[in-house]
């Protein structure tokens, strides 16, 4: 059974970090991109940010480009998302996706969800 646990949401000022980790177990997502999506109050769920099997390539969403950085650690089946300059309007829920294919960016589809981790800003 596939399994992928977000962590390392929490509340933060304006101008902080955070870091948030995505574990996936139950089997192994050799040549397939995973990414990271949020969805804020009253809204849809929105595409951030994928990186493909080895790492090599990204894609970002325009407002997170500088601020945002994916990363993947195949070895420990793990992804990170480290989070810099945080501003309230990065306040949402992330999810983390493993997308049936290598390819990047939101019109991948996404077959395995987590089940999200909250990230409140504060201004």
């Known amino acids: 059974q596939v399994q992928l646990v977000e962590s390392g949401g929490g509340l933060v000022q304006a101008g902080g970090s955070l870091r948030l980790s995505c574990a996936a177990s139950?089997?192994?997502?050799?040549?397939?991109?995973m990414g990271w999506f949020r969805q804020a109050p009253g809204k849809e769920r929105a595409f951030v940010t994928s990186?493909?099997?080895?790492?090599?390539?990204?894609y970002y969403e325009d407002s997170v480009k500088g601020r945002f950085t994916i990363s993947r650690d195949n070895a420990k089946n793990t992804m990170y998302l480290q989070m810099n300059n945080l501003k309230p309007e990065d306040t949402a829920v992330y999810f983390c996706?493993?997308?049936?294919?290598?390819?990047?960016?939101?019109?991948?589809?996404?077959?395995?969800w987590g089940q999200g981790t909250q990230v409140t800003v504060s201004s």
């Open positions: 996706a493993v997308a049936r294919s290598g390819g990047l960016g939101p019109r991948v589809v996404y077959e395995y």
């Open positions: 139950g089997r192994t997502f050799s040549g397939y991109s």
């Open positions: 990186i493909n099997w080895t790492g090599s390539r990204t």
